[in-house]
Structures are given as C-alpha cells and as structure tokens.
C-alpha cells in the first residue's frame, strides 16, 4: 500500500478541530496567508466570495440529497432519475440557489490542483449569478488576477473542502457557515480599524438594540445596513424566541452606499437563509432613497457618525423637526428613520454621543422639536471602547411614533402609559475588556438594560417575568417633558439619573482615601518645590 501524502500543517489542525469556533480560527490563519499585495476592501471579498460559493453549494447538495429521497419514495425509475435532479424549478422553489455543474464545490474541488483555480472559481461566481438573477452583480469574480497566489489559493479551496462545517454540536450546515461569515466580518472590521466601521457593528451593539426593539414581526429596515448584521440578529432573536419556523415572520428592508459592501451583505442574507430587499443597486440614502413608500414596524441603524459631506436638500419633505446642518447629519439619520416608521414603530439608533447635547447650526432646536413631538423613548449612555473602529463615544437613541399603552406591536397585554416621558439608562460602567483595546457588552449587561426598557414600557416579555420598573440612582430615570425642558432638552443619562447610592462604610472609605490622597499630593508638591529650587541653583552656576 503506498504511503499516505502528509496533509498541509493547517489541514492537519483542520481535522483535529473540534468546534466550529477551532474551524474559524484555522480558516482565518489559513485565509490570512493570502493577503499579499491585495488591497484591504478586495481580499475581505475575496474570502468572504469562497465561503459563500460553499455555502450555495452545500445547501444545494442537500436539496439534491433531499429530492433523490423523496424521487425514490415516488418510484421514480433510475433512467429518469437525473432529469428530476436538474430540474431548476425543485431547488428554487425551496428557497435554495441553482448551482450549475461547473459551479459545484466538487467540480471546483477537483480542479483546484490544475493551476488554473482562479480562473475555475471565476467561472464558478459567473454562472451562479447568471443562474440566479437575484445574484447579479453580487458576487465577486477577482480570483484570476495576477496578485492573487494560486499555489495559496489551491489550498485554501482544499481546507474550505474538508472543513466538518456541521461541528461537533449537531448545528446544520448553514448556520456554521452563518458562523464562519460573521467571525470573518468581525476579524476583517478589525483588521481595517477606522474603516472597518463602515460595514461591521459590534455583535453586543447589535443584540441590545434588538433586544430592546424585539422585531418578532413585521417589517424591519436599516438605511445604512453595512454587512447585514442588524437583520441576521433579528432573525436570529426570532428563532430562539420562537424557534426557526417563524424566522420569516418578518421582512427586511435595506440600502448601502457602499458597493462592496452592499455585495457583502447581499451574501450574508443569503448564507442565513434571510429573504430581504436591499434594493437592485447601492444608493446614498439621502439622494436616493430606494424604499420611498415603505412604513417600517422596526428600523434598526449605526449610521456613519458627524458625516460633513452629505446629499443636503433643505427642501426635502423628511426635515419635519428642523432641516439638519450641512456641516453634520446626524440629526439628518434621524428624521430619516422616523419618516420611515409605521403607526406604531420604534427604532433604535446608534449615534455620536453629541447628538444628546449639541447646540450647533440648530441642532439643538431639532432635538427640542423631537422631545416637544414625544418621538423620543429612550435614552442610552454607552461604555467606552464598544467600537473598536473609533474613538467617538456612542450612544442610543430609541424612537417610538406611539407611547401610548396600545403602542407595542405584538403584545399581548396592554403596555404602560408612556406619553410625555423619556427613560435615560447610564450605562457606561458596563461591559468587560476582551483585549487591551475592546469591551463587549455581557449577557447579563444586554438583559438588565433591555429589562430595564420592557419593565418601563410594561411589554409583554416584562410581565411576564414579573418585573416592574423604578428608578435606580446612578443606573436609570424616567422623566416627564417638563424635567427635560428644564435641562434644556440635552438628552445626556448622566443629567437624569444621578449618582449611585453608595453605603455608609463606602462613603468612610471614600473619605478616607480623599484625606490620605491630598496629603501625598502635598507632599510631592513639595518635593517639587525642592526640586524647582535646587534646578534654580544648578542653573544660577552655569556661565553664560
């Protein structure tokens, strides 16, 4: 028997990899050797094209098994077997894209060795799209350029092929895959810093303005939606709330600016099994709005923040509070998301901490105008660090159209009153340091603040646990128009919750450590005194 070929070091780990978490880290290492000379934005599609291309492919040899299955049941004779299983119209009408022979994992698998593996994945990205209209221009065909390694791609194709995408866990194909998307997103928004951003929120961001919105049906929208994330997590929520059946209970609706990045998102969707409108075209939402007529039951944004360079019209029938400043739009996202919500919608909105305060170019006189219209929920002071991408502390804005006890879509209990009040919620003590530069939001962060919001709102979900909301010191508030009014309708947590009761023991130690604190800073003042004058005499020395 001949000896067995020794397998790469990086297919090696691949078959001792036991979780899917293990398979992401060694694709990622694996990936990351491909970075060469391609450009950031160029690579992140790159690998996120691959991972894609297996995705439709495993989903339609699934189908294919599935039909097989079901052909042999129905007695289907074998000379006829292979007419049914190319029949379009019997994965298309299970929500699973057509895969053309040449496009099927297998066949690129097979050829992957031929030294000509760009050209065959190029090929594959084609026929795919022009199988499935819906693909059009999605996909990336950049695998057959000079700068790419072919040798380094042949065996990446090679670890994608072996990967046990189903894991140790029993999760089905398509939601390791999910898995595998979402970390290569996370770790390229890394990798990019500041422009990372454009396409990526933070996972913990997301699932608390999910968590707090709690989008089980009906319409969803996000007007800047990057990679998608906002609606993967709101299917997502749907699914462990009420369980996979009822994931399309609610539709989606979004538009990007970015090209690539509308790409991105377009793949996402479609590896999460989401059926959403994202227009035929990425557009600037101001200039081109692509969803004019849509009422959204849920809007759901982290809009770039104090964007200056903006498709201003001051005409525009959206500017119904004040038209935004040409310098900022932030107060432009915002009447944007509120023109798009139904009678009974809410949104939450990831915005620059300045919004809550800013007085700037009639900032200020919007903000009042939005408080004065109760458009305003509630209000969320976010720690520090959540955004790797940037340094600007955030914060979250929630908007309802209607605070009234029937204003809560989906309920089935009536909800609190809440018309001429605003709930603040100072959360920026929470969270923990994954690394030296990041903090994530905890399970327990994410349930008190949205536990928080449904106890105030009285939803049903709060009932049902039994909690009822009051005022914690130095965490949340909720104050009426007038409290608000007299703050001058700056919107910051910090102004309404006040601080933390501390205990009587707390406050001796406090007073303690002041009184030993002030007494070492006297001392090095006058150690500096010392050291001042002696630096005088040492200088009064020197000849000039």
């Avoid at 094209?49 to 052909?71: C, H, N, P, T, W």
């Avoid at 029949?87 to 690129?108: C, K, L, M, N």
């Amino acid at each position: 028997m001949p000896p067995r070929k020794k397998k790469p070091a990086d297919q090696a780990e691949l078959f001792t990899a036991s979780t899917p978490k293990e398979i992401q880290a060694i694709l990622w290492k694996a990936a990351d050797k491909l970075r060469g000379s391609m450009d950031a934005n160029q690579y992140k599609e790159f690998v996120l094209g691959l991972i894609f291309l297996k995705y439709v492919s495993d989903a339609f040899e699934e189908r294919r098994e599935q039909l097989a299955k079901e052909l042999a049941e129905e007695g289907i004779a074998e000379d006829r077997l292979e007419e049914f299983l190319e029949d379009q119209d019997e994965y298309t009408g299970h929500h699973v894209f057509w895969v053309p022979e040449s496009a099927r994992w297998s066949s690129i698998s097979a050829n992957a060795k031929s030294g000509n593996v760009g050209e065959v994945l190029d090929q594959a990205m084609d026929a795919i799209m022009k199988a499935n209209p819906s693909l059009t221009g999605v996909l990336p065909k950049i695998f057959n350029k000079d700068n790419v390694d072919k040798k380094r791609l042949a065996e990446l194709v090679d670890l994608i092929t072996d990967a046990r995408f189903g894991g140790s866990d029993d999760k089905p194909a398509q939601d390791v895959l999910g898995e595998v998307y979402e970390y290569f997103l996370g770790n390229f928004a890394r990798a990019e810093g500041k422009r990372g951003g454009e396409f990526y929120t933070p996972s913990s961001v997301v699932r608390l303005l999910v968590e707090v919105l709690e989008p089980y049906e009906g319409r969803v929208y996000d007007p800047a939606c990057g990679s998608g994330g906002m609606f993967v997590q709101a299917a997502k929520f749907i699914e462990a709330h009420r369980g996979r059946g009822h994931k399309a209970d609610i539709s989606v609706y979004g538009q990007e600016l970015n090209e690539r990045t509308w790409r991105l998102a377009k793949m996402n969707l479609a590896i999460h099994g989401i059926d959403g409108n994202l227009a035929a075209r990425w557009g600037d939402t101001f200039a081109d709005d692509k969803h004019p007529d849509l009422k959204a039951d849920y809007v759901m944004a982290n809009p770039p923040f104090n964007i200056k360079d903006w498709a201003r019209n001051e005409s525009d029938p959206r500017w119904k509070f004040g038209v935004p400043p040409r310098g900022n739009a932030n107060y432009a996202w915002l009447q944007h998301m509120i023109s798009k919500l139904g009678e009974r919608g809410t949104a939450g909105v990831v915005l620059a901490n300045g919004s809550m305060s800013s007085q700037q170019s009639g900032e200020g006189e919007i903000r009042q105008a939005l408080v004065d219209g109760d458009m305003v929920a509630c209000m969320v002071a976010l720690p520090a660090q959540l955004f790797r991408t940037t340094a600007i502390p955030a914060c979250l804005w929630f908007l309802a159209k209607d605070k009234s006890p029937g204003g809560v879509k989906g309920q089935k209990v009536a909800a609190a009153d809440r018309r001429g009040e605003i709930l603040f919620i100072d959360a920026r003590d929470m969270g923990e340091m994954v690394d030296r530069t990041e903090r994530v939001l905890t399970d327990a962060d994410l349930a008190k603040i949205a536990g928080t919001y449904h106890a105030w709102r009285g939803t049903t979900s709060a009932k049902d646990a039994g909690e009822k909301y009051a005022d914690v010191p130095g965490f949340c508030a909720s104050a009426d128009l007038k409290t608000v009014q007299e703050h001058g309708y700056v919107l910051t947590p910090g102004r309404y919750v006040g601080a933390a009761e501390a205990e009587e023991e707390d406050a001796e130690a406090v007073a303690e450590k002041i009184t030993r604190l002030t007494g070492e800073l006297y001392e090095l003042f006058d150690k500096s005194d010392e050291l001042a004058k002696m630096v005088r005499e040492q200088l009064g020395r020197v000849d000039v």
